[in-house]
C-alpha cells in the first residue's frame, strides 16, 4: 500500500540518516573549532612574470582537526557556507593574515579568498575596512579574491561592497577566470583589477594550442583594460615558460612556492626569481 510502501521511510534509510548524522556531527565539529581556533593560514606567493620577485601572496586556510589531522578548504569551506559559519570564519580569516602580512616587506600584499555568501552580506565592505583600521594594515596592500559565483548572484549587496572595497583602494581579484558563464560581461559590469585564469588552462596549455591562445588572449585582454593577468597552476618549468611568453603579469604554482605556514615563510624568506 501507499503508506506501508518503503519509499515513506526512504529518507530514513540508514545511509542517509548515516549521511544527516556525519554532516551535523562535522558541524558541531567546525563550530567547535571557530571557538578554539583550530584553523591556520597557509601562504603562497605570486611572483611577478617579468622580474622573477614576489608581489603578493594569498592565504589559503586548512582546518587542523584534533583526530582527523590537517583538513583541505574544499572539505568544511562548502558546509561553512550552507550553516553561515563562513561569515565568522571568514572575518577571522581577513583578520589573521592582515595581521600577518605585517610582518612582510611592504612591497608585497595579501590575497584573500572571500565566499559569496560573505559577499552578498550587507555591509561587508564596512567590515573589511574596520579590520584594516584594527590591524594597521594599507588598504593598497589587500587584494580580495572573488569567485565568478559571487557575481553570478550579483545582488544589490554585493554591487555595493565592491564599490566600497574598490573606492578604498583594495584590489579586487576574479579567481579561476573562464570557467563560467558570463566572465566577459563580468569584466564590464564590476570593478576588477585582477584576473586569475583557472590553473585548468595552465595545465592543458603544453598540449592544448586552443588553451594557449585564451592564455594569450585574456593576458592581451588584460593590457587593454588595464587589469593585471595571473596564470595560476604553474608547476613546471616548461609551463612557467610559456606563461611568461604569453605576456601574463604574475605566475604562481607549485613550481614556484608551495602553500606554507606563516613561520616557514618567515625562515625562508620571500625569495627573489631568477629568469
Ligand atoms: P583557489 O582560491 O583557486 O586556490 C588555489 C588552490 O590551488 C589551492 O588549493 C592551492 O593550494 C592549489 N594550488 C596552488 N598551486 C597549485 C599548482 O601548481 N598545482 C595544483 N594542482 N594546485 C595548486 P587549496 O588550498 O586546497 O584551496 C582550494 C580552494 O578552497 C581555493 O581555490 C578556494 O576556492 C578555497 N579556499 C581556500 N582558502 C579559502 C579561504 O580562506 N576562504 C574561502 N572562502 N575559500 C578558500
Ligand atoms: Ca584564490
Ligand atoms: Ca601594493
Ligand atoms: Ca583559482
Known amino acids: 500500500?501507499?503508506?506501508?510502501?518503503?519509499?515513506?521511510?526512504?529518507?530514513?534509510?540508514?545511509?542517509?540518516?548515516?549521511?544527516?548524522?556525519?554532516?551535523?556531527?562535522?558541524?558541531?565539529?567546525?563550530?567547535?573549532?571557530?571557538?578554539?581556533?583550530?584553523?591556520?593560514?597557509?601562504?603562497?606567493?605570486?611572483?611577478?612574470?617579468?622580474e622573477g620577485h614576489v608581489v603578493c601572496v594569498e592565504a589559503l586556510v586548512r582546518w587542523r582537526h584534533p583526530t582527523r589531522g590537517l583538513i583541505p578548504p574544499l572539505s568544511f569551506i562548502p558546509l561553512a557556507e550552507d550553516t553561515g559559519l563562513?561569515?565568522?570564519?571568514?572575518?577571522?580569516?581577513?583578520?589573521?593574515?592582515?595581521?600577518?602580512?605585517?610582518a612582510w616587506p611592504e612591497t608585497v600584499d595579501v590575497a584573500v579568498n572571500v565566499s559569496s555568501v560573505q559577499m552578498r552580506q550587507k555591509g561587508f565592505g564596512a567590515e573589511v575596512l574596520a579590520v584594516l583600521a584594527e590591524t594597521g594594515l594599507?588598504?593598497?596592500?589587500?587584494?580580495i579574491e572573488i569567485t565568478e559565483s559571487s557575481l553570478l548572484e550579483g545582488s544589490e549587496a554585493t554591487q555595493e561592497n565592491l564599490a566600497a572595497l574598490?573606492?578604498?583602494g583594495i584590489r579586487i581579484?576574479?579567481?579561476?577566470?573562464?570557467?563560467?558563464?558570463?566572465?566577459?560581461?563580468?569584466?564590464?559590469?564590476?570593478?576588477?583589477?585582477?584576473?586569475?585564469?583557472?590553473?585548468?588552462?595552465?595545465?592543458?596549455?603544453?598540449?592544448?594550442a586552443d588553451a594557449r591562445a585564451i592564455i594569450r588572449a585574456v593576458a592581451g585582454l588584460g593590457?587593454?583594460?588595464?587589469?593585471?593577468?595571473?596564470?595560476?597552476?604553474?608547476?613546471?618549468a616548461q609551463q612557467l615558460e610559456l606563461a611568461r611568453s604569453e605576456g601574463v603579469g604574475q605566475v604562481q604554482g607549485y613550481l614556484l612556492s608551495r602553500p606554507q605556514?606563516?613561520?616557514?615563510l618567515s625562515r625562508t624568506g620571500l625569495p627573489q626569481h631568477r629568469w
Open 166 to 168: 574598490h573606492d578604498a
Open 1 to 50: 500500500s501507499k503508506t506501508g510502501g518503503r519509499g515513506v521511510y526512504s529518507v530514513f534509510e540508514p545511509s542517509m540518516s548515516d549521511a544527516f548524522e556525519a554532516r551535523r556531527r562535522t558541524e558541531a565539529d567546525l563550530r567547535a573549532a571557530l571557538e578554539e581556533e583550530q584553523f591556520e593560514l597557509h601562504y603562497q606567493s605570486l611572483v611577478d612574470a617579468r
Open 261 to 264: 605556514p606563516q613561520a616557514m
Open 86 to 102: 563562513i561569515l565568522p570564519l571568514g572575518r577571522w580569516i581577513l583578520e589573521r593574515a592582515c595581521r600577518d602580512a605585517q
Open 223 to 236: 593590457i587593454s583594460l588595464g587589469i593585471t593577468t595571473v596564470v595560476e597552476g604553474v608547476e613546471t
Open 138 to 143: 594599507a588598504a593598497a596592500r589587500l587584494e
Open 173 to 208: 581579484a576574479m579567481d579561476d577566470f573562464g570557467t563560467g558563464y558570463s566572465s566577459l560581461s563580468y569584466l564590464r559590469r564590476f570593478p576588477i583589477d585582477k584576473i586569475k585564469i583557472d590553473r585548468s588552462f595552465m595545465s592543458e596549455a603544453a598540449t592544448s
